[in-house]
């Protein structure tokens, strides 16, 4: 069983829709969870970072965790066509990142 | 700041040669990990170095092998070069203060032929 899973889409919104992305994961251990963000031809860049369970927003951006049910979600709001990138949920732990398979995302202007 | 600088950016080998990629971490960053990235397969973790120390293996074949020297510097280097071995392979470092917290190089893209 993978650590971490990701339905890989393609999701494709209008501006100003909400982007909702979710992923689960395996080991209810686990206790930081990040969302990545890339773009084509660059390397994945940090977006969103907690540790253990709640809520964190950030701008436009907002990472959900619930340990309860393992579930870890990215929403978006008001998207941008600079958005479109590809998002990768990955959990940190004994020293490597386990990432989902990533959701590429296209915001049509 | 610079970032993470990641040579060459692309690379062509052979099958059956052997290849070395070199990254540069974020100054003052100790942590360096390298990732795998294909098309098929997504990301995946090769291996960790702290202060010249491997913490954490990926599940590779012993024909992936990597190095931290003392100034935080990183290589990897790839034996007897497979079709499959094609792929991005990204460079990441960390301060360790935030656990994975990673800044990730650009990457350099092999080609085996």
């Known amino acids: 069983q993978k650590e971490v899973e990701q339905d890989p889409g393609p999701l494709s919104v209008p501006e100003g829709a909400i982007v909702s992305l979710n992923c689960t994961y395996s080991?209810?251990?686990?206790?930081?969870f990040m969302w990545y963000r890339q773009y084509s031809r660059k390397g994945p860049e940090l977006l969103m970072y907690?540790?253990?369970?709640g809520n964190k927003e950030d701008g436009r951006f907002t990472a959900q965790v619930d340990k309860s049910s393992k579930y870890i979600s990215l929403f978006i709001r008001d998207s941008q066509p600079s958005d479109s990138a590809t998002y990768l949920c990955?959990?940190?732990?004994?020293?490597?990142?386990?990432f989902g398979a990533g959701t590429t995302v296209t915001v049509r202007a | 700041k610079a970032g993470v600088t990641q040579t060459p950016r692309y690379l062509i080998k052979t099958r059956g040669q052997q290849v070395t990629l070199s990254c540069s971490p974020i100054?003052?960053?100790?942590?360096v990990s390298w990732y795998q990235q294909t098309p098929g397969q997504g990301l995946q973790f090769l291996f960790e170095?702290?202060?010249?120390?491997?913490?954490n293996k990926g599940n590779f074949p012993g024909r992936f092998s990597g190095r931290q020297f003392s100034n935080s510097r990183s290589e990897m280097n790839v034996s007897t070069l497979e079709l499959g071995d094609s792929a991005l392979y990204l460079c990441?470092?960390?301060?360790?203060?935030?656990?994975?917290?990673?800044?990730f190089g650009s990457g350099t893209r092999l080609t085996v032929v």
């Open positions: 990441a470092s960390s301060s360790g203060w935030t656990l994975g917290g990673y800044t």
């Open positions: 080991n209810s251990a686990f206790q930081y």
């Open positions: 907690t540790y253990s369970s």
């Open positions: 990955a959990i940190f732990n004994d020293y490597k990142l386990s």
């Open positions: 100054s003052g960053h100790r942590s």
């Open positions: 170095y702290f202060s010249e120390t491997q913490r």
